[in-house]
């Protein structure tokens, strides 16, 4: 089993960037493929990014492409999710999951317990 903990979330106004960070406990966290999700408030959690355990591969959802980038310093155990350009409707709660290799949160096992990324307009 693996923990995760985000951090890096905060206020940000529109056109700014944060950049968070999901880290693991597990000694095999590199070995994980990793997912990024995001829930409004009143709405569905949804499929933000996600990264093959080597780097190698990522995937966005449209509405984030070429704005977030997600990478990973496995020797750090840390996945990272760069923002830019931020908009209001990225406002949401952001989780990093594991345990899969997909978009559907349902299929991921295990997540962290959220960071709020607040941007104001």
């Known amino acids: 089993q693996v923990q995760l903990v985000e951090s890096g979330g905060g206020l940000v106004q529109a056109g700014g960037s944060l950049r968070l960070s999901c880290t693991g406990s597990?000694?095999?966290?590199?070995?994980?493929?990793l997912a990024w999700f995001r829930q409004a408030p009143g709405k569905e959690r949804e499929f933000v990014a996600r990264i093959s355990w080597s780097g190698s591969s990522t995937y966005y959802a449209d509405s984030v492409k070429g704005r977030f980038t997600v990478f990973r310093d496995n020797a750090k155990n840390t996945v990272y999710l760069q923002m830019n350009s931020l908009k209001s409707e990225d406002t949401a709660a952001y989780y990093c999951?594991?345990?899969?290799?997909?978009?559907?949160?349902?299929?991921?096992?295990?997540w962290g317990q959220g960071t709020q990324v607040t941007v104001s307009s």
């Open positions: 597990a000694r095999t966290f590199s070995s994980y493929n």
């Open positions: 999951a594991v345990g899969a290799w997909s978009d559907r949160s349902g299929e991921y096992p295990y």
